[in-house]
């Protein structure tokens, strides 16, 4: 009895004593594929006079297509590097300490990496689809979520969007998402009470140590820039973190894709059926 509350004492130390392995798995889960809208064509109808409009109108929609196929690849990869995290850590016979990953925790760690850094090209994909649907004009190499979703470059919003879209309220809508994304990535990290917020921070935080001096999964002052030793969070935490953040990331692409609906709809297109996944508990 005595080393059942003492392991859930320790548990709570390294901030997993709530993490339900399943909860994650199923929420990964529920990001599945997005719709591509259908294209050829057959469907595209316009006449003689408006043959440039009428192009320019279907390489939007391929173009649309285009992004949104890259998001789903991407969310594929995610779903497919946590699952397999999950399924590692199943396999762990050892009881997780920050202070030495083990050989039987390195393959679990892979897979939490995989996830974290096509969780931030998909991040990148959401900035892209801003710039090509809102038509911001950033050249696709310079495109980065950071500077699109940045509350200073927001002027783009009263500039393009009324052109863009045409609807008072769905401009209204666009712009308190856009304020919401900014949020999001810029909320300061905090672990209080077993409550956390800020969890895209803490993400990049942990990217940018993977990819610079420091690795945020070997407890070594070698691989530290600051004079103490970090250490390394549970991979169930880190797993945690990045479903949170994945189902955020989803249902704004997801925005995205609804409004590209209603705006080829508009132009007389016949693109399919619209599914779109909301989550209840976000």
């Not at 399924?87 to 990953?101: A, H, K, M, N, W």
């Not at 900014?182 to 209080?192: A, K, L």
């Not at 009470?193 to 800020?198: H, Q, S, V």
Request: glycine share 4%; with cysteine; proline share 2%.
């Amino acid at each position: 009895m005595e080393d059942q509350e003492n392991l859930l004492r320790y548990y709570e130390s390294i901030k997993i004593h709530n993490i339900e392995l399943n909860e994650i798995k199923r929420k990964i889960t529920m990001l599945m594929d997005f719709p591509l809208f259908k294209d050829g064509v057959v469907q595209f109808y316009a006449p003689k006079d408006a043959q440039y409009a009428g192009f320019s109108i279907f390489r939007r929609l391929t173009d649309a297509n285009s992004w949104i196929s890259k998001a789903t690849d991407l969310f594929s990869s995610i779903r497919y590097s946590v699952l397999n995290s999950l399924s590692q850590l199943d396999r762990c016979e050892q009881v997780f300490t920050p202070f030495r990953v083990t050989e039987e925790y390195k393959p679990v760690f892979y897979f939490v990496e995989n996830a974290l850094f096509r969780l931030f090209i998909a991040w990148d994909v959401l900035g892209h689809m801003y710039n090509h649907f809102y038509e911001i004009g950033v050249e696709i190499e310079k495109v980065d979520y950071n500077k699109i979703f940045k509350k200073s470059n927001c002027d783009f919003m009263d500039k393009n969007l009324n052109k863009v879209i045409g609807n008072k309220e769905v401009v209204e809508f666009v712009k308190k998402e856009y304020g919401l994304i900014n949020e999001h990535i810029t909320t300061n990290y905090e672990y209080v009470d077993g409550l956390t917020k800020g969890h895209h921070k803490y993400l990049k935080s942990m990217r940018n140590m993977a990819i610079h001096r420091e690795d945020p999964h070997n407890f070594s002052i070698i691989n530290s820039s600051n004079r103490w030793m970090p250490l390394v969070d549970a991979p169930q935490y880190e797993l945690m973190v990045i479903v949170e953040d994945a189902m955020k990331l989803y249902q704004y692409i997801s925005t995205i894709i609804k409004l590209y609906y209603f705006e080829l709809r508009g132009y007389g297109l016949d693109v399919g059926e619209l599914h779109v996944i909301k989550f209840n508990d976000h």
